[in-house]
């Protein structure tokens, strides 16, 4: 039963991505998804309270490959370059994974920007993001150099500098190699802070 229950989530969700994927989220019907599913409507209400949970579900699961790459980088062997510049070398394929749900995710935040609630689940992810860009510039100044309001200013030009480049990438794949784009990017940054504060 377990295995059943299990199965017909995972049905639920890939009918959703794919619908979602192919017609938008707003044009995108519970009903819709589950003929895709091949299940009954109670079936869907069993697993998911609404199409909104759907999407947030499948927003985590994204985000969760996202967390690993970085994760891993940080948890590795430190190398020549800062972290943050370590950090870009998971933008390809940060890139191909949003190819396909970018449009989706966009989509999704203008439908949630006319509810207070959904939109403070829905940005949470680009939140928590910057906090940890924040905690990373701070650890890259043990001295305590920068004061707080530039350590702010730098984790949001990096953020910034990230969404612009995953956006671009998304865009325009082939326009650049974006781990390098990506790697320079920051390196031009880092050392534009650092002259800044010298």
């Known amino acids: 039963m377990q295995t059943r229950s299990i199965e017909?989530?995972?049905?639920?969700?890939?009918?959703?991505?794919?619908l979602f994927s192919q017609t938008g989220y707003e044009s995108a019907s519970v009903s819709e998804i589950c003929t895709r599913a091949g299940i009954s409507k109670g079936a869907f209400y069993h697993h998911f309270p609404s199409k909104q949970s759907v999407f947030l579900e499948l927003l985590t699961g994204w985000l969760k490959g996202i967390d690993l790459g970085l994760e891993a980088l940080r948890s590795s062997p430190p190398g020549p370059d800062q972290p943050l510049v370590r950090m870009a070398e998971i933008l390809p394929e940060v890139i191909r994974a949003a190819e396909g749900r970018l449009p989706i995710l966009?989509?999704?935040?203008?439908?949630?920007?006319?509810?207070?609630?959904?939109?403070?689940?829905?940005?949470?992810?680009?939140?928590?993001?910057?906090?940890?860009?924040?905690?990373?510039?701070?650890?890259?100044?043990?001295?305590?150099?920068?004061?707080?309001?530039?350590?702010?200013?730098?984790?949001?030009?990096?953020?910034?500098?990230s969404i612009g480049l995953l956006l671009q990438g998304v865009v325009d794949p082939k326009a650049a190699d974006w781990g390098t784009a990506g790697r320079e990017s920051i390196r031009m940054l880092l050392e534009g802070m650092t002259r800044r504060s010298s």
């Open 106 to 161: 966009l989509e999704f935040w203008v439908h949630s920007a006319r509810n207070k609630e959904l939109w403070d689940t829905a940005v949470a992810p680009y939140q928590r993001y910057r906090d940890y860009f924040r905690k990373i510039v701070s650890e890259m100044d043990p001295a305590g150099e920068l004061d707080p309001a530039r350590k702010e200013t730098a984790a949001l030009a990096v953020m910034s500098l």
């Open 8 to 18: 017909t989530r995972a049905k639920i969700i890939q009918a959703a991505q794919d």
